[in-house]
């Protein structure tokens, strides 16, 4: 077993171990099992992961992939665009890739390799400062191929940009402090001229009485502004109460104006049965007169004899008119 500082402590029981790495806070990581006997070390393993998390993502930050930028290139390349391809190398050697350059060949110009060659070795010089040659020119089909290869690999090139980096900062901030020691003088050179009495009193004079008027004036403002905020709010709820209570009023007053409409209509519509209830009640209040004597009767007079009903004679029927047939022939003869 190995201790948390890396010392030796020798083979013990798997017990012992449990408990020295329960007394010391700590686990019991093995590390070599494949060893004859085993091999584990105390240690904080939550912080190991944390480490070894840290460590990766450090390789992978240092990590360098060299890539391969190609340029094309014609024999009759104009001035300003091989410039321009050669800055684009000198950039991508700065950075730490390397360029493949390559010519292509049309036509009649695949009959002179010579001139693809000695443009090459002249792109090569150009771009010495930054890259050296890795392959030297080689036909593939109708195209010649160059490769040149970095002075600087990616990750010195990195590393250099960063340092250009860190000194274009620190440059920035040491001028930034300079500029910030630095005081202008805006004292004028002759005192200034003055309206004031004020202004020619000798230095430590305190003018106490007039700056107390001046405060006392302003605290005396600010009285009477709330004062008068005060007063404009009372007047504001006085004057809301005034008209909730006209509203109030003249609802009521409308309600009691109806009210009085509706009884005029009702007096108005019981006034013609007032008089037939008046003649009522006087016919009930006059006494009933005696009944009359029962007349004597009157004698009856002896009945009619019925006179006997005179016997109906019949009336003579009407003859009728005699129907007049059409003659028929007889059979055998004709008309």
């Given amino acids: ?21 329960s007394e010391s806070d700590l686990d019991l990581v093995e590390v070599a099992p494949q060893a004859k006997p085993p091999v584990a070390k105390l240690m904080d393993f939550g912080k190991y992961k944390y480490e070894a998390a840290v460590k990766a993502r450090e390789a992978r930050k240092n990590q360098t992939n060299t890539v391969l930028k190609e340029i094309r290139f014609r024999l009759k390349i104009d001035t300003h665009d091989y410039e321009t391809k050669r800055g684009h190398a000198m950039r ?9 350059a390559m010519i292509q060949f049309r036509g009649r110009e695949q009959q002179r390799p010579e001139m693809g060659i000695r443009l090459l070795q002249k792109f090569a010089e150009d771009v010495a400062e930054v890259g050296i040659v890795e392959s030297t020119p080689r036909i593939d089909g109708r195209n010649m191929v160059m490769v040149i290869g970095p002075v600087k690999n990616k990750a010195e090139a990195k590393a250099e940009a960063r340092r250009a980096t860190q000194r274009a900062d620190a440059k920035a901030a040491n001028e930034a402090v300079k500029a910030g020691t630095e005081k202008v003088d805006t004292t004028p050179d002759k005192a200034p001229m003055t309206q004031s009495l004020a202004d020619l009193l000798p230095d430590g004079y305190s003018t106490t009485a007039s700056q107390e008027a001046a405060e006392e004036a302003a605290a005396q403002e600010v009285i009477a502004a709330e004062v008068a905020a005060k007063e404009a709010a009372a007047q504001e709820i006085v004057d809301r109460e005034k008209a909730i209570q006209d509203k109030a009023d003249q609802e009521v007053a409308a309600a009691e104006a109806a009210k009085a409409a509706k ?16 003649a009522g009640a006087k016919a009930a209040e006059k006494p009933a007169a005696a009944p009359k004597p029962a007349a004597a009767p009157k004698p009856t007079a002896a009945p009619k004899p019925m006179a006997m009903p005179k016997p109906a004679t019949p009336k003579p029927a009407s003859k009728a008119a005699p129907r007049s047939t059409p003659s028929r022939p007889k059979p055998g003869t004709s008309d």
């Fill in 92 to 100: 991508f050697l700065g950075a730490g890739d390397k360029v493949k």
């Fill in 263 to 278: 009884a005029a209509e009702k007096a108005a519509a019981e006034a013609p049965k007032a008089p037939a209830k008046a």
């Fill in 1 to 21: 077993m190995v201790g948390p500082a890396g010392e030796q402590v020798g083979i013990v029981r798997i017990e012992d171990a449990l408990r020295l790495a």
